[in-house]
Every structure is written in structure tokens, then in C-alpha cells.
T-cell receptor, first 114, second 115 residues
Framework: GAGVSQSPRYKVAKRGQDVALRCDPISGHVSLFWYQQALGQGPEFLTY????????KSGLPSDRFFAERPEGSVSTLKIQRTQQEDSAVYLC????????????FGPGTRLTVT | AQKVTQAQTEISVVEKEDVTLDCVYETRDTTYYLFWYKQPPSGELVFLIRRNSFDEQNEISGRYSWNFQKSTSSFNFTITASQVVDSAVYFCALSGLGPARQLTFGSGTQLTVLP
């Protein structure tokens, strides 16, 4: 079975541009997470979906960050008016249920803002 | 607040040596879960193990073993007879019981196994 996929794998944006990052979770996985990983650091939580409901967005660093999962499967993380500090790898993870299941990660999208 | 500390930033060993990666955590939750993930150069985080706070039994899986000690808030990971393919960044992570069950990661330990 397919794992978590993310696209694009690499994205270069000029400062001020909007970007959209896509995540395809494992089929049937209820929970979906977005994390941000800066160079040399561990991933940091951004937001969480249970099916289509965004239950926690406490990790989003600013109101320029927006995530959605309208049909409870594919999710998009959008960053408006990108800044250099947004440069990072954005990781998507999914898990089977709503308890503390292991999370399966995608390969990430490396965003570079110039 | 939760916190995970991996004090070893980088470790280098020669193939076939044993190596232990340290992980210390802080949480106010009485029930929590601990994880180890491996991040090879390709970048994708690979799940290795999940343990809950009620189960302090050590676990062995092939060349991997984990030592969970609640008294010292540690969850250390040992690779026996290391191989070059074990070279990666290893992350320890903690999950509480909040609605998101999100993972709090340590900063990772870069393990290099030399031939």
C-alpha cells in the first residue's frame, strides 16, 4: 500500500509569494498532522485534523499559515506572503485512529524562500 | 509543557560497535507515549517503536533494544553491532493525551557508522 505522499518535494518561492503544499495521507487514516522542521532540528507541530475537522491549530506560527482538509483525505497547507523564516521542511503525517497511534510521515516538502 | 532532550548531537562509531542514544523527557501527564523515529538522508521519518508510560518492560527487536526507566524519565535506544545502514538522525518523541496527540520531538542525534 502507498504511504503518505507530499507534493511538491521542493519549492522555491520569492518573498511575498503564496505557496500551497499538498499531503495525501494513507488511505483510511483518520488523523492528519502537519509539522515544520527547521534545519538541524526536530519537527515541530503545526496543526491537526480528525477527518475534515481541524481540531488543533495551536502550532501555526502566524495567521499567514492556513490548512484545510475539506473531504477528510487530502490536506493542503497554505502559506501567504512567505517570509525567509518560513524556509523549512514541511512534514505531513497520518495515523489510523484518534488515539495515540504511531504517525506515518511523508517525505516532506522543502520550502526555500529567497 | 512537554519537553524531550537528546543531549548527544552527533555520535560516530565504527561498524559492529554497540551504540546507545539517550533520551530524557519531561511531562506533567501521568499517561503518555514515547516514540523513536529514524530519519535517513532521504528525509522521511521512519517509525521504530511506541511505548506507553505504564509499560516499563524493556524491548528488543533484532539489533535494536529500548530501555524505558520512568524513575529517571529516560527512554534510551541501543543498536547492537551497528551497520553503515544505521547512519541517520534518530529522534525521540513524546505524546500526551491532548486532543491532537501531537508529537513533541527532541532535537535528534546524528549517528554515523563508519565502515
Amino acid at each position: 500500500g502507498a504511504g503518505v505522499s507530499q507534493s511538491p518535494r521542493y519549492k522555491v518561492a520569492k518573498r511575498g509569494q503564496d505557496v500551497a503544499l499538498r499531503c495525501d495521507p494513507i488511505s483510511g487514516h483518520v488523523s492528519l498532522f502537519w509539522y515544520q522542521q527547521a534545519l538541524g532540528q526536530g519537527p515541530e507541530f503545526l496543526t491537526y485534523f480528525q477527518n475534515e475537522a481541524q481540531l488543533d491549530k495551536s502550532g501555526l506560527p502566524s495567521d499567514r499559515f492556513f490548512a484545510e482538509r475539506p473531504e477528510g483525505s487530502v490536506s493542503t497547507l497554505k502559506i501567504q506572503r512567505t517570509q525567509q523564516e518560513d524556509s523549512a521542511v514541511y512534514l505531513c503525517a497520518s495515523s489510523l485512529g484518534t488515539g495515540t497511534y504511531e504517525q506515518y510521515f511523508g517525505p516532506g516538502t522543502r520550502l526555500t524562500v529567497t | 509543557a512537554q519537553k524531550v532532550t537528546q543531549a548527544q548531537t552527533e555520535i560516530s562509531v565504527v561498524e559492529k560497535e554497540d551504540v546507545t542514544l539517550d533520551c530524557v523527557y519531561e511531562t506533567r501527564d501521568t499517561t503518555y507515549y514515547l516514540f523513536w523515529y529514524k530519519q535517513p538522508p532521504s528525509g522521511e521519518l521512519v517509525f521504530l517503536i511506541r511505548r506507553n508510560s505504564f509499560d516499563e518492560q524493556n524491548e528488543i527487536s533484532g539489533r535494536y533494544s529500548w530501555n524505558f526507566q520512568k524513575s529517571t524519565s529516560s527512554f534510551n535506544f541501543t543498536i547492537t553491532a551497528s551497520q553503515v545502514v544505521d547512519s541517520a538522525v534518530y529522534f525521540c518523541a513524546l505524546s500526551g493525551l491532548g486532543p491532537a496527540r501531537q508529537l513533541t520531538f527532541g532535537s535528534g542525534t546524528q549517528l554515523t557508522v563508519l565502515p
